[in-house]
């Protein structure tokens, strides 16, 4: 008769432990893990307009974006973002134009092959839902410090049933600080670029 | 808008170079009261080209000084720094091994994104070694050239190569090359004005090779970074040989003037069919022109 009410304790023993260790791993879990998601290269956009010739808005795209994003909406700080942009995957519409861009005229994608901005620190947004994001563009071989708003534009069930997220922002940057100076002076190509930046990251 | 543009990019290295000549040569002094500068020529070229890249493109970002500095940009320095020592290098064993150092630096240097990003193992060390190669024949063909042939005739031949360099790189793809090959040929137009006035001036001992060294890394950039094709690289690479035509038995005993002309033409010919082919290629492009 022993046996069998020993064999209960321990198994009771085991599975009250077994319960306690999950639900303080669960809870540590929340307080310092933030949902890490893949950037989606496909439904991601990379956009930048500059003017030209002080007339136009000229539009551009980046085709090929990719990285990682980990959100804690409760804690914003442990939230993390890194994107790298391919720069040879500038596009321009006009072929030669595009060739032009990715020349030591512009972005010398064969020596700098990627653009990428880490963040450094986040921080919640003045409006709900959206963060304020500090981290280091390097562009051009050239790094520098920046700070964007992001706004989450909306999170649910994915195509495949996965969740995904969706983030938004633009800024602006001072080409000529990324050593970006052809037709800086002149005034041929704007000195300032907007880049807009549209994510939709998959929950890994 | 061009205008400044020309002022920025070829006056400012040609008066950088005029003056570090004019101060070692001293030309307005006559017989054993005149010096001989040939010291001068390296570091007036390299000094004018560190010159010629601030005022077209921007000062070059300093090395080690955190960020990932281009190849052009490691060209100016290392053109800055070889000024120097090429003056000084005259004994040919100093001189072999400079031109082996400055080897190492201007391949590895402005080649240094291929290197890490695009070759590696066997490739990267047969472009290594076959860039190597053609870089010191130019520095010697360029040095023997210029012992031979004094005054004006390398330096009016090497403005030729200069300025299809120019013309094809911005042709294919570059104005920043071009401008950067533009501040390069300039820096040699005082030198050919002096080598009228004072005919024992020369590129030995230093300056054909510094002259060969900024001209070869452009051309690197051009094609390794830019569009430049294959064929109009080729031509201009060829192009520094052809002024031994003046040292066949038919040209070698006639008068200098002759010979440097003779030089400079058979030059010419690689060159103009490098700019000729990447014009045809420029007209029929709808973006030329933008």
Known sequence: MKTPLFGIGIVGLALAALALSRGATGAETAAAEAAEYAIDPTHSNVLFKVQHFGASWFYGRFNEVSGEVAIDREKPANSHVLMIVKASSVDAKVSKLTDHLRSPDFLDAVQFPEIVFESTKVAAGKKKGTFEVTGELTLHGVTKPLTVAVEEVGSGAGPTGGEIVGLHTTFTIDRGEFGLKYGYDSGAVGKEVLLIVSVEAQRR | ?290
Request: proline residues 7%.
């Open chain 2, 1 to 290: 808008m061009l205008g400044a543009a020309i002022a920025r990019g070829v006056l400012a290295p040609a008066l950088v170079a005029a003056l570090v000549l004019v101060l070692a040569w001293r030309p307005w002094l006559s017989g054993a009261r005149a010096p001989d500068g040939r010291w001068s020529g390296a570091p007036a070229i390299g000094l004018a080209f560190l010159v010629g890249f601030a005022a077209t493109i921007g000062p070059p970002r300093l090395p080690f000084a955190g960020g990932a500095l281009s190849g052009q940009e490691w060209l100016a320095w290392i053109a800055l720094a070889a000024g120097v020592p090429l003056a000084v290098a005259a004994r040919p064993g100093r001189a072999a091994v400079l031109r082996g150092l400055l080897t190492v630096a201007l391949v590895e240097g402005v080649l240094r994104a291929m290197f890490v990003h695009h070759w590696s193992g066997a490739p990267a060390i047969l472009w290594f070694a076959g860039l190597a190669l053609a870089l010191n024949l130019h520095f010697w063909s360029a040095e023997a050239l210029a012992r031979r042939a004094p005054g004006a005739a390398m330096p009016l031949s090497w403005i030729v190569v200069g300025t299809g360099l120019a013309l094809t790189s911005g042709l294919t793809g570059s104005t920043a090359l071009a401008q950067l090959a533009g501040a390069a040929t300039a820096a040699l137009g005082p030198a050919l004005v002096l080598a009228w006035w004072r005919p024992r001036f020369s590129l030995a001992g230093g300056a054909a090779t510094m002259v060969v060294l900024v001209l070869f890394g452009i051309g690197l950039c051009a094609r390794f970074y830019s569009s430049l094709p294959r064929l109009e690289a080729s031509l201009l690479l060829c192009a520094p040989f052809l002024a031994w035509v003046a040292e066949l038995p038919p040209l070698r005993s006639r008068r200098p003037r002759v010979r440097a002309l003779a030089r400079a033409l058979a030059v010419l010919v690689p060159v103009a069919a490098a700019v000729t082919s990447a014009a045809l290629a420029y007209e029929s492009d709808p973006y030329a022109g933008y």
